[in-house]
């Protein structure tokens, strides 16, 4: 306890008030953190909200950034000029000369270009993981709808097998049924559980692989998604479009510009057959030059004499034609992923289509019809299982149906490069 503040000094009676200012400070800070943390943890994540973040925090998208910065870094140096030279020579007399290069002509030009469209070439490899890595964000977010709705099926199902095992509980309390049913129903039910637990690790799972994707640092397997998996019909574009569209791919972009900075490439190496002249100034302080001037001009350039860089051009060429090839190979790859991804679409439209056309209704009353004709002993356990069974697989044959749909629109979306299957 502290003693009376009368019989503290000045100074302590000061250092007490601070420590009880910064002490309040503190609690009020507290308090604070503590009212807004629950609201920030309890915001369910859309999947505008997945997205954004992924494109700023994954690890992927941070890399091809920091590859464009180096590119452009590289851009700089192409366009520096070389720095003068300074040479001092102890004779008698003494000479100070100051030299530099006349790097203005076209092994300048032809290097900046080749700087130029690497640096473009960077850029549109960072959109291309973009597009790469918003298509996996998507993916993982559907797959965590689904891996709810898989659940949600499981508990369901979970919830009817037990209803069943009270139902038949209660007959043989009453004597309408022999003891020997109840070892069916509790078998059900551990496997109804059994699913539904494997379920509940699916749906952390899916969490955490959202959350890898979107670039936490520390992801939280209780994360909420705030989202749905209904049809909306998709827009595909004809074969014009689709066309027009590969042409602007990101990756197809970056292969076209690879082939500019090899062809530039390839003019820097024939221009190392011209030379580039330097200038240089001499200064001879105690005796002047025969001129009577103690100043003295001088011009030096690089003959190719022995070496006329045929290796280098050859080697340029080389990677002209691969820059060539991969752009070919670029290019018609893009095309199949498109012409794959619209057939994909097609297929998956017409699967979720028939089951949201009827399939799971007819599932939910055949259920019920079940359920009832058991109660009146028309039909048996077995049979009323059966029926469970094939409501609980309609309705995770449709969610998956669902979820491939959606996955089928991104991926055409990834596949022409643009946003332009959106419902």
Request: aromatic share 6%; with cysteine; net charge neutral.
């Amino acid at each position: 306890m502290l003693p009376p503040i009368g019989l503290l000094s000045i100074d302590t009676r000061a250092r007490l008030a601070r420590w009880r200012a910064w002490r309040g400070l503190y609690v009020q800070l507290a308090c604070l953190f503590t009212a807004v943390a629950p609201l920030g943890a309890q915001r369910a994540v859309t999947l505008e909200d997945a997205v954004a973040t992924a494109l700023r925090r994954n690890v992927d998208v941070r890399s091809a950034q920091v590859r464009v910065d180096s590119t452009r870094a590289e851009e700089r140096i192409a366009r520096a000029f070389s720095n003068p030279t300074f040479n001092v020579a102890p004779q008698n007399p003494y000479q100070y000369s100051v030299a530099a290069p006349l790097d203005v002509g076209p092994q300048r030009w032809h290097r900046v270009g080749a700087a130029s469209a690497a640096s473009s070439a960077s850029v549109s490899d960072a959109r291309d993981t973009e597009r790469l890595v918003r298509f996996a964000v998507r993916q993982a977010f559907a797959d965590v709808l689904l891996a709810e709705s898989l659940r949600d099926v499981a508990r369901d199902a979970r919830d009817v097998v037990r209803d069943l095992l009270a139902a038949d509980s209660a007959r043989v309390r009453a004597g309408d049924a022999p003891e020997r049913i109840l070892g069916r129903s509790e078998l059900e039910l551990a496997r109804a559980e059994a699913a539904l637990a494997q379920a509940e690790a699916g749906v952390r799972g899916a969490r955490l692989a959202l959350q890898q994707q979107m670039g936490v640092e520390h992801p939280d397997p209780s994360l909420r998604v705030e989202g749905s998996l209904t049809l909306r019909p998709a827009q595909v574009p004809d074969s014009a479009a689709v066309a027009a569209y590969l042409s602007r791919r990101p990756d197809v972009e970056g292969a076209r510009q690879r082939i500019e900075a090899a062809r530039a490439g390839r003019a820097v190496a024939s221009a190392q057959r011209l030379p580039v002249p330097a200038l240089s100034l001499v200064q001879q302080r105690e005796e002047p030059f025969p001129n009577g001037q103690h100043y003295a001009l001088g011009v030096s350039a690089s003959v190719p004499v022995w070496n006329w860089f045929t290796g280098d051009v050859a080697r340029a060429d080389a990677s002209v034609t691969l820059a060539q090839l991969a752009e070919e190979r670029t290019l018609l790859g893009a095309r199949v992923e498109a012409v794959g991804a619209i057939d994909q679409l097609h297929a998956a439209t017409v699967l979720a289509e028939r089951y949201d056309g009827g399939l799971l209704a007819k599932a939910r009353d055949a259920l019920e019809t079940a359920r009832y004709a058991w109660r009146a002993g028309a039909i048996s356990y077995v049979e009323l299982l059966d029926a469970v069974r094939t409501w609980a697989a309609t309705r995770a044959e449709a969610d998956t149906a669902r979820h491939d749909y959606w996955i089928s629109v991104w991926a055409l979306d990834r596949a022409l490069g643009a946003e332009v299957t959106q419902p």
